[in-house]
């Protein structure tokens, strides 16, 4: 499937002034909680779940599984397709948005809706939005996703990328941060219990806030292009995978942080090699 990429805030202060705010109610908060299940049960501590390797060779492949190219430790594909045997194996999965055709799948109160009752998509992608706007909403599309990170589990992934966490930015304001990191934290508590590490796809501006929602390591799209790399390295101590889909980010990227994080180029499309579209490149 395509990548999602982030769509930028109009004013370029905004996400600045976002990270510092989130960072300092993240200061406040004091001590991570032990992560529960829904009825109340400890859940695993985070330390149980294996991270990615630092600064380890990485190739994104959640728009097709092929075999990894020489050098690579680390790998994201689709929740449909298998790990790769013996590398670190990311699963993605859709977590914020619906499938384009899928919407049927979902009960209909559970898709995002505006005051007359239309359903609000992600023009870009074509992607009903889910409605995790109240706490049974939130519990409830938890529980479907849920099911996917089980199979993930079930597969021998080691870690989740549940992909969309932004989708409140496309919300038209139906939708807030809070209703995202609240939902976040649900889908952490859900991977810790299976022993899977969890990442934070984007919205740099959440990054602060990594420690309250569970979130172990980030997966971070244009970060070179759009100087956010910083952000993400400082808030998960370098764990940190990229992906750049330009030379000119991924130059950037490399020049700031290439003997820290994973950075990989890929085209817009994350094809399979085979394909006219094929890019991939880590120099």
């Not at 909680?33 to 049960?41: D, F, I, L, R, V």
């Not at 380890?56 to 689709?78: H, T």
């Amino acid at each position: 499937m395509p990548v999602k990429r982030v769509l930028r805030a109009a004013c370029p202060g905004a996400a600045t002034a976002l990270v510092a705010l989130v960072t300092l109610v993240s200061c406040a908060s004091g001590p991570a909680k032990s992560t529960q299940h829904k009825h109340g049960a400890p859940g695993p501590s985070p330390r149980a779940v294996r991270l990615p390797p630092l600064h380890a060779g990485f190739d994104y492949q959640i728009g097709g599984a092929y075999r990894p190219p020489s050098g690579v430790g680390i790998v994201s594909r689709d929740r449909t397709a298998t790990p790769a045997p013996g590398l670190y194996n990311i699963c993605y999965v859709n977590a914020f948005q619906v499938q384009p055709g899928e919407e049927r799948d979902w009960p209909a109160d559970l898709l995002l809706r505006d005051g007359h009752g239309e359903v609000v998509v992600d023009r870009d992608w074509d992607e009903a939005l889910l409605d995790i706007g109240t706490p049974d909403k939130r519990e409830r599309v938890a529980e479907r996703v849920g099911r996917w990170i089980d199979g993930c589990a079930d597969k021998g992934f080691d870690a989740v990328e549940p992909d969309n966490y932004d989708s409140y930015t496309r919300s038209r304001h139906l939708l807030s941060a809070d209703d995202a990191t609240a939902f976040i934290t649900l889908l952490s508590a859900r991977a810790h219990a299976r022993h899977l590490a969890i990442g934070q796809k984007n919205t740099a501006e959440l990054a602060g806030l990594r420690t309250r929602t569970g979130l172990d390591f980030a997966v971070a799209e244009e970060c070179g292009a759009y100087d956010e790399c910083g952000t993400y390295a400082k808030a998960f101590h370098d764990r940190v995978v990229v992906i750049e889909y330009t030379d000119s980010g991924l130059r950037k990227a490399r020049a700031r942080y290439g003997k820290r994080l994973s950075i990989v180029r890929r085209d817009v499309d994350v094809s399979t090699p085979g394909s006219a579209d094929y890019v991939r490149r880590t120099r």
